[in-house]
């Protein structure tokens, strides 16, 4: 096989997309939902952190300064080496599957970028296959296809669309699209889907001609992977949603909703307009089934938002605030609130940075209004003693209550 080098020239995107990623263990590519993977690393069957990182480092490196897969693969091995790693397949396979996901992915996050800054200009694009014989059938139907930016096509279709894939998008301006007599499709786009199953049990559904793991925008899912995640899990039945929140519970994906969080946070504080609200979690199949089983209350989306605006208060210093996202995937306990009609989660650890004998609460709603609609919002972040959670008005749903 001739060696391959990436895409050539140093995309500062694409480099940027990378580093930002955070090395995280794993037992398989799936033990970590589609959309993660745009902030987190991980290396199916590689659980030592360290040659995680070293890996990473290897594959970023390769897109900075772009180097051939042979470089890649003489750090590969160092790294394997070092750890002592006894991965699966054959070295050749293996390799080349980690550079070209990763180099792959990398690239087309950053054309996503380039791309929707340029919008006014090119506010259309258009589907685009290799052209040769290792074209997928799906994707060779696909190919010519012409919608704006905006549309929702691309939420799930934006290349890449597997494993190997190497397809791409061309941005097209008003003129080149009526240049080129193309049309702009503007009806909702047929998707046919199939059920994905592993050892006989059926784990995802995705798309006709879309791998599992790859059924969203990378894009999309670098710049905002709150929102990509939670597209995908509203295409699920709740039995496979809640089976891929707990996929996403990843503690690096965490980080990465925090840091969303604290700019969110901050660009309200200075006045700017970042959005009406900002997912900072979602509540997993644990507390979901218990909801329904005894409260009798089902959600119609598992994303948990907290309004520019909240309606209660916020009553925790910043360092805790600020990482509101593992804290409410973190609980000891969840309960329901009888006369409210709603949610409370205890977050662990959140003791020693509040008033003495207090610990954190973080009351949940299911919001009918406002910028939360569909999803549960955050109406208040506060303190509570243990013996006030014990009331009867309380249910423990998940967990049990601090002492």
Same mark, same amino acid.
């Given at each position: 096989?001739?060696? #391959?080098?990436?895409?050539?020239?140093?995309?500062?995107?694409?480099?940027?997309?990378?580093?930002?990623?955070?090395?995280?263990?794993?037992?398989?590519?799936?033990?970590?939902?589609?959309? #993660?993977?745009?902030?987190?690393?991980?290396?199916?069957?590689?659980?030592?952190?360290?040659?995680?990182?070293?890996?990473?480092?290897?594959? *970023? =490196?390769?897109?900075?300064?772009?180097?051939?897969? *042979?470089?890649?693969?003489?750090?590969?091995?160092?790294?394997?080496?070092?750890?002592?790693?006894?991965?699966?397949?054959?070295?050749?396979?293996?390799?080349?599957?980690?550079?070209?996901?990763?180099?792959? =992915?990398?690239?087309?996050?950053?054309?996503?970028?380039?791309? !929707?800054?340029?919008?006014?200009?090119?506010?259309?694009?258009?589907?685009?296959?290799?052209?040769?014989?290792?074209?997928?059938?799906? %994707?060779?139907?696909?190919?010519?296809?012409?919608?704006?930016?905006?549309?929702?096509? !691309?939420?799930?279709?934006? $290349?890449?669309?597997?494993?190997?894939?190497?397809?791409?998008?061309?941005?097209?301006?008003?003129?080149?699209?009526?240049?080129?007599?193309?049309?702009?499709?503007?009806?909702?786009?047929?998707?046919?889907?199939? *059920?994905?199953?592993?050892?006989?049990?059926?784990?995802?559904?995705?798309?006709?001609?879309?791998? $599992?793991?790859?059924? %969203?925008?990378?894009?999309?899912? @670098?710049?905002?992977?709150? #929102?990509?995640?939670?597209?995908?899990?509203?295409?699920?039945?709740?039995?496979?949603?809640?089976?891929?929140?707990?996929?996403?519970? =990843?503690?690096?994906?965490?980080?990465?909703?925090?840091?969303?969080?604290?700019?969110?946070?901050?660009?309200?504080?200075?006045?700017?307009?970042?959005?009406?609200?900002?997912? #900072? +979690?979602? /509540?997993? +199949?644990?507390?979901?089934?218990?909801?329904?089983?005894?409260?009798?209350?089902?959600?119609? =989306?598992?994303?948990?938002?907290?309004?520019?605006?909240?309606?209660?208060? /916020?009553? @925790?210093?910043?360092?805790? /605030?600020?990482?509101?996202?593992? %804290?409410?995937?973190?609980?000891?306990?969840?309960?329901?609130? *009888?006369?409210?009609?709603?949610?409370?989660?205890?977050?662990?650890?959140?003791?020693?940075?509040?008033?003495?004998?207090?610990?954190?609460?973080?009351?949940?709603?299911?919001?009918?209004?406002?910028?939360?609609?569909?999803?549960?919002?955050?109406?208040?972040?506060?303190?509570?003693?243990?013996?006030?959670?014990?009331?009867?008005?309380?249910?423990?749903?998940?967990?049990?209550?601090?002492?």
């Amino acid at each position: 096989m001739a060696d #391959v080098q990436g895409f050539g020239v140093k995309a500062q995107g694409a480099v940027d997309f990378l580093k930002g990623k955070l090395p995280e263990r794993s037992l398989a590519w799936d033990d970590l939902a589609g959309p #993660v993977h745009a902030k987190v690393f991980a290396v199916a069957g590689a659980t030592n952190i360290d040659l995680v990182s070293q890996l990473h480092q290897a594959i *970023t =490196s390769a897109v900075e300064n772009g180097t051939t897969i *042979t470089e890649f693969r003489k750090q590969f091995d160092q790294a394997v080496t070092q750890s002592g790693w006894a991965y699966n397949g054959k070295r050749g396979w293996r390799t080349q599957v980690i550079f070209d996901a990763n180099l792959r =992915s990398a690239h087309m996050a950053g054309r996503w970028t380039q791309m !929707w800054s340029n919008r006014a200009n090119r506010p259309f694009l258009q589907y685009r296959t290799a052209g040769d014989a290792r074209v997928r059938p799906q %994707h060779r139907q696909w190919n010519g296809i012409v919608r704006a930016i905006t549309d929702a096509f !691309w939420a799930t279709f934006y $290349p890449p669309n597997g494993w190997g894939c190497r397809c791409t998008v061309r941005a097209l301006s008003q003129a080149e699209v009526e240049a080129k007599g193309l049309t702009v499709a503007t009806e909702p786009f047929p998707v046919k889907t199939r *059920t994905v199953e592993k050892d006989g049990e059926v784990v995802d559904i995705v798309p006709v001609g879309v791998d $599992p793991g790859w059924d %969203h925008s990378v894009g999309v899912a @670098w710049v905002a992977p709150e #929102v990509a995640l939670g597209r995908k899990l509203l295409s699920l039945p709740p039995s496979l949603r809640d089976r891929m929140v707990d996929k996403a519970i =990843s503690p690096a994906f965490q980080e990465a909703l925090s840091a969303r969080w604290k700019a969110f946070r901050s660009a309200v504080k200075e006045g700017s307009q970042p959005g009406a609200a900002q997912i #900072v +979690g979602f /509540l997993d +199949g644990a507390a979901t089934s218990a909801l329904a089983e005894q409260a009798g209350t089902s959600v119609q =989306s598992t994303a948990i938002a907290v309004p520019a605006k909240p309606a209660g208060s /916020l009553d @925790w210093p910043d360092d805790l /605030l600020d990482r509101l996202p593992v %804290h409410v995937r973190n609980y000891q306990a969840v309960l329901w609130d *009888t006369e409210a009609r709603g949610l409370v989660i205890v977050p662990e650890d959140t003791g020693r940075s509040l008033k003495r004998g207090r610990v954190g609460t973080v009351g949940i709603r299911a919001a009918t209004t406002g910028p939360a609609k569909g999803a549960l919002e955050v109406t208040s972040v506060g303190q509570a003693r243990p013996a006030d959670l014990a009331a009867p008005r309380f249910t423990v749903l998940v967990g049990r209550l601090p002492k």
